[in-house]
């Protein structure tokens, strides 16, 4: 058969038409599955079969719709219809605008996630803190003699203070 003969039979027999309903049928599905399966915890290894089986029937769809053909009297061989008797302009406009349809459903849901108005997130931020500060944090007195404790209330007092003599430095004390 030469190729330009074997496209042509494809197209007339709406095989192109089919592998695209199909692929935004199974991406549709696709979708649905990842956000539905997790909602009702279905495990993630189900989401992976229903790709898989989406992906293993593609090709037997496209056979199917090679080997039969959409008559008024329904569904017959391809072998057994005669071309004056098929209904591929019919089938073929429905399957067109079946097609827009559902593109357009896509697009739809995509436009609608991506541009949902939905709640703004307020983001509320901390006062800034001055560039120049310092916090001067208590010292603990980790001797095994508590009478040495008021060394490290001491060095910690007298570091606050020094500190604060400094007028760029924003020191922040240990009460803040």
Known sequence: MNPKNFFAELKRRNVYKVAVAYAVVAWLLIQAATQVFPFFEIPNWAIRLVVLLLIIGFPVALVFAW????TPE???RTEDVDPSQSA?????RTLDFLIIGILLLVIGVFAYQRFKPGQKTVVTVPPAIPEKSIAVLPFENRSEDKANAY????IQDEILTRLSKIADLKVISRTS
């Open 67 to 70: 080997a039969f053909e959409l």
């Open 74 to 76: 329904g569904i017959k």
């Open 88 to 92: 591929t302009r019919r089938t073929g």
């Open 151 to 154: 060394f490290a209330d001491g």
